[in-house]
């Protein structure tokens, strides 16, 4: 029986048959070559990637000269690299790698080395002693930045990265082109594999991952897996609220779906959420609350585990998750997937919706349940683009120094380099093909002397050049702050969150902890906890059964409207209103068309509205909140500039809204020369603070450098605020006395790129330059400037005089309005 047949024969006996994208995969990969395997979750890339390795071991342990080569080898080569984004995922691969592995019979060890990785795992790993590594990209870096890690790939055959799309368009995405840069120079004949179900450019994605050089080969399943989206509409669509962001009150609708199978996931946008369904459900829970778990990243490990373990075993009805769970950790025991809310993305949903009924040839299906009214045209647009084959795409990062100088260190730590070999070495990544010589030189000067401002201080010459012109790390507290730093996940600000006797249960915000004080009551990990004491970093608490008690809030939860699926919703609310969702939304549509316009594509809808409580400026391109915040910014900044004036700023994915302090005197022809791209990032940058926004940038950029190290272990850790007050004392000192240090200059770069989306913003600037303006004047709030007038009274007034003032306007304008 050849290798090929051995591999077949155990998916048989599985009842499988290799698709044809799979063999496609095989056969690539033994002819020696690279590619990119794009199919829908649940559709088998895991065994499309690994099949080539085992059939290739396969076949050499026929052979009587290499068996016995290896038995007499004291260090077995690693043979296969597995990278994947996140820890959860690393412990579903290792066991399905090894169950593969062992099935064809072949006798491999399989491990995992990341920080949840058990000790044996981690010596297995650095001993040399395993057929295969499955790692994330920090705990890679890691292992390179050990002189003796290059005997341990020199060998290495093979290296898949899954979830290619999870990781391209973000610094860990570039960590890992570095890696792998490193990794093909110890073995030059590496081939390297990305898996992904989800991705728009995916010549981009291969050019971003593959060998320079390596044609875009991108493998995908003949056919893409079925999926179906239903809507849970409300069972009076016209008393539907106008603004929200629960969804809560259909909770008995939900409960009822989740009992009419054995185990749903359900979803929600931020931990605050999914704490609060989570809270809700087990409120009315009709059967043993063990059934019901709780999954997000802001919880323990130990936590995360015995849910995951609840959904590979069906011991759980539900599990309430968040981006958590969105990835390709396989639970052919779900039978079901909720999105509570708006997905905010097509990409995303396919990605969830993939985690149901997860089995080669089952049919995906997600149950999307609205929060308010509008979301109902979200998921008829996400379906629309779904049928379209339309995906979000994921551009990734170019030239981002700061990982660059991290990696500087890493290397140097690793056994040293020699500044011209690396310079050709990182040049090979895509992000950094553009890198010049200059500012390489910059780059060695900032990991050897810190900079012109930075070189007298000792703790920032971290790299030395010896006389043989290798850069080398001597300093043994230099090495230790580095490798417990390495990494480009911004985490500081956390308070971790344990018992007084017994467990950790997570961490939360530090801003959100400190405004509690001893005997105030939170709930967190689906439990109603009391403040015992706050403590070196950590908040000391006990179980509480009864009562109330405040969600914790983490920053930057609200997910943005993708740029396509906004622009899909425009196009939806003013097209084919024949689906379920449309149709519900018929009334709301009928209001809005009564007191303003439903805008077509064509047209940029303007509102103008005088309430009692002042004038309001309405615009609605249609671009996602990102965007929408930066032109409110822009546009604030110039009507003050034509007439001194203050304006407050509310920003959805629709459109925003400009409340000034003075009346506004606006016609088309002032807001056509306002909104124009001449002086773009100038007016957007004083509009916007950019100074601000780069000082705020700066202090991730300065940790992942290195010039925030973090406290060694057994001293107490460094806060929140004093780790700003550390980047704003760097970043001052650096703006006065080496305002061309080349972090001051990526901090400003990624403001205006990242928090201002410039070249989106310029992007959307041109477009409406050839759209109609159509002015209203309504006589009250319209359906869609509604929850931007909401968000912004939010900001004026405490939570309970917003909830009050915000319930007394909709129930006049449904009065008014016949609702």
Request: glycine letters at 8%; a positive charge.
């Amino acid at each position: 029986m050849t290798p090929r047949q051995r591999l077949e024969q155990w998916f048989l006996a599985r009842g499988w048959k290799p698709l044809p994208f799979q063999r496609q995969a095989w056969r690539h990969y033994l002819a020696g070559e690279s590619g990119l395997i794009h199919t829908p979750t649940g559709s088998g890339k895991t065994l499309a990637a690994f099949g080539g390795p085992l059939i290739e071991a396969l076949a050499e342990t026929t052979t009587p000269a290499s068996t016995a080569g290896r038995r007499t080898r004291t260090a077995r080569p690693l043979r296969v690299l597995w990278i994947t984004p996140l820890r959860a995922l690393a412990a579903d691969t290792t066991r399905a790698l090894a169950e593969a592995s062992q099935a064809v019979g072949l006798p491999w060890q399989v491990a995992q080395r990341t920080g949840d990785a058990s000790a044996r795992d981690k010596r297995l790993a650095r001993g040399g002693k395993l057929d295969v590594l499955v790692t994330t990209p920090e705990s890679l870096s890691l292992l390179l930045s050990y002189p003796d890690t290059s005997a341990m790939f020199a060998d290495l055959r093979c290296v898949v990265v899954d979830e290619w799309h999870e990781l391209m368009d973000s610094k860990r995405g570039v960590q890992t082109q570095l890696a792998l840069a490193r990794l093909r120079r110890w073995s030059p004949q590496l081939r390297t594999w990305g898996l992904s179900a989800t991705l728009g450019n995916l010549d981009e994605a291969c050019r971003a991952l593959l060998p320079p050089g390596a044609p875009p080969r991108v493998l995908a399943a003949a056919r893409p897996r079925p999926m179906t989206l239903e809507t849970l509409l409300p069972d009076d669509p016209a008393r539907f609220p106008w603004s929200g962001h629960l969804g809560l009150s259909q909770l008995a609708r939900v409960l009822e779906r989740v009992f009419a199978v054995r185990t749903s996931l359900l979803f929600t946008n931020t931990r605050a959420q999914a704490e609060l369904w989570h809270q809700a459900l087990a409120s009315v829970w009709p059967e043993d609350a063990g059934t019901l778990a709780l999954h997000h990243g802001s919880l323990d490990p130990g936590v995360r585990k015995e849910a995951e373990a609840g959904l590979r075993d069906a011991t759980l009805r539900c599990v309430v998750a968040t981006s958590s769970l969105d990835l390709g950790v396989d639970f052919p025991s779900v039978d079901q997937v909720i999105q509570i809310g708006s997905p905010k993305g097509v990409a995303r949903l396919l990605q969830r919706a993939g985690r149901a009924r997860h089995r080669p040839g089952e049919t995906g299906h997600v149950l999307c349940v609205p929060t308010h009214a509008l979301e109902l045209a979200e998921y008829a647009a996400t379906r629309t683009a779904i049928a379209e084959g339309v995906v979000e795409t994921r551009r990734p990062p170019r030239l981002p120094l700061d990982v660059l100088a991290q990696h500087c260190v890493t290397v140097a730590l690793g056994g040293g380099f020699h500044a011209e070999d690396l310079f050709a070495e990182v040049r090979t990544t895509d992000a950094f093909a553009a890198l010049d010589a200059a500012t390489w030189r910059r780059v060695l000067d900032f990991v050897v002397r810190g900079g012109d401002a930075l070189e007298h201080y000792p703790e920032y010459r971290r790299v030395v050049r010896d006389p043989d012109d290798v850069h080398r790390v001597h300093d043994r507290v230099v090495a230790l702050r580095h490798r417990l730093s390495i990494g480009t996940i911004a985490s500081d600000g956390s308070v971790a969150v344990r018992f007084l006797r017994g467990g950790n249960l997570g961490a939360v915000e530090e801003a959100f902890l400190s405004r509690l004080r001893p005997g105030d009551r939170f709930r967190f990990a689906g439990r109603l906890l009391e403040l015992v004491k706050l403590q070196d970093m950590t908040a000391y608490v006990r179980l509480v059964k009864h009562g109330e008690g405040v969600v914790p809030r983490w920053m930057g939860g609200r997910l943005p409207l993708s740029s396509r699926l906004a622009a899909q919703v425009q196009a939806t609310l003013s097209g084919d209103r024949t689906s379920p969702e449309m149709r519900a939304l018929r009334p709301l549509l009928s209001v809005q068309a009564r007191l303003s316009q439903v805008p077509p594509p064509d047209v940029l809808l303007v509102e103008l509205v005088r309430r009692r409580d002042g004038q309001h400026l309405f615009v609605f391109p249609f671009a996602g909140r990102r965007a929408h915040e930066g032109l409110a910014a822009l546009l604030a900044w110039r009507l003050g500039r034509r007439q001194p004036n203050t304006f407050s700023l509310s920003a959805n994915d629709l459109g925003f809204m400009l409340s000034p302090q003075l009346p506004l005197a606006l016609d088309v022809d002032l807001l056509r020369s306002l909104l124009t791209s001449e002086r773009l990032v100038d007016d957007l940058a004083h509009g916007a603070n950019l100074a601000e926004l780069a000082r705020r940038q700066f202090r991730s950029i300065a940790r992942v450098a290195g010039l925030l190290p973090p406290s060694l272990p057994g001293r107490t850790p460094r806060s929140l605020r004093q780790l700003q007050a550390s980047s704003g004392l760097l970043f001052d000192v650096l703006s006065q006395h080496d305002p061309g240090h080349l972090l001051l200059a990526l901090a400003r770069r990624e403001a205006l790129e990242e928090d201002l989306q410039i070249a989106a913003m310029e992007t959307l600037l041109v477009r409406l330059s050839g759209r109609a303006i159509a002015l209203e004047r309504p006589e009250s709030l319209t359906p869609l400037a509604f929850p931007l007038w909401a968000d912004g009274m939010r900001a004026q007034l405490s939570t309970e005089d917003w909830q009050a003032r915000v319930r007394r306007a909709a129930e006049q304008l449904e009065r008014r309005h016949g609702r």
